[in-house]
């Protein structure tokens, strides 16, 4: 599933003339809200890295929201998805964590990453 989804955005990109670069990359999400700029870039989530005391109490329920898709399910949710977890984001991601207690942009949280393939555009060279 993972790699049908770069194919088809390596296609799309494809299509408007660029060429491409398929990576992995983590995002380490440390606080209750971040907000990343994806610019041309498209990530593809693949998974989650939970934090010890998240994946075994479930505490934490995570929110991940751009134009093209969302996902809100705790850290344990996703980490028992599977290929299911596979979502594409772009343009921009903004990631909500929320406690046992509700959210509060001033709580802290115990560290979590998510795993995600990145799909970049690039410039093709003429000759």
């Known amino acids: 599933m993972i790699s049908r989804l770069a194919y088809i955005e390596q296609q799309r990109f494809e299509r408007m003339g660029f060429k491409t670069v398929v990576t992995p990359t983590s995002i380490t999400v440390t606080s209750p809200l971040q907000i990343m700029q994806l610019m041309n870039d ?52 903004i990631i909500k964590t929320t406690g046992a207690k509700a959210y509060s942009a001033e709580d802290k949280i115990t560290p979590f990453r998510l795993d995600f393939i990145r799909v970049t555009p690039i410039i093709q060279q003429k000759r």
Do not use: H
């Not at 998974?47 to 075994?56: C, K």
């Not at 109490?57 to 599977?82: H, K, R, Y």
């Open 42 to 93: 498209s990530y593809i989530l693949t998974g989650i890295r939970a934090s010890a005391p998240n994946l075994v109490e479930d505490l934490n329920e995570v929110c991940l929201i751009s134009p093209t898709d969302s996902l809100l399910a705790t850290e344990q949710e996703i980490a028992t998805l599977g290929t299911t977890t596979n979502r594409m984001f772009r343009n921009y991601l």
